[in-house]
């Protein structure tokens, strides 16, 4: 027997399949028309903070535009807090793990010699106990060439 999925997670689920297409065909289009050599190794660390949205189930994004020396597909790894987020489109537990976790996903491109992050994060209800909801959390972007 199969449930209906919900309208909330319904709509999550096609904003995420929209993003990781729109970011598929700019990555196609970047390595069919780009340089894929790597001339020079790179080493770069980012931060910013982001702001936890204040309520339960809301969602906050970042979109980050970072221009990169060389060529070539970088590796980016990004932390929220000290948990890091993964690169596959999938929810990865940040904060308030087995409690009602609050969740970050990243997509990244590189497209013309910049590297473009979207980061989302996902309040959970963070219950029982203290909450992330509103507050500051560093996010620190790791690329390497």
Known sequence: MTTPLSGKLLRRVAVVGVAVAALSVLFAVGVAFGDTGAAHARK??????ARWP???GAQRSYLKQYRLSG????KV???VGDAEVGK??????VACAHRGPSFASQISLVEGGVLYLLLVL????CSPGPSVAGTAVPV???ITG
């Open 54 to 56: 204040g309520t339960e």
């Open 88 to 93: 596959e489109p999938a929810d990865y537990i």
């Open 77 to 79: 790894r990004v932390f």
């Open 44 to 49: 770069y660390q980012v931060s910013f903070l």
């Open 140 to 142: 620190t972007v790791f």
């Open 122 to 125: 996902e309040m959970g209800s």
């Open 71 to 74: 060529s070539g597909v970088p």
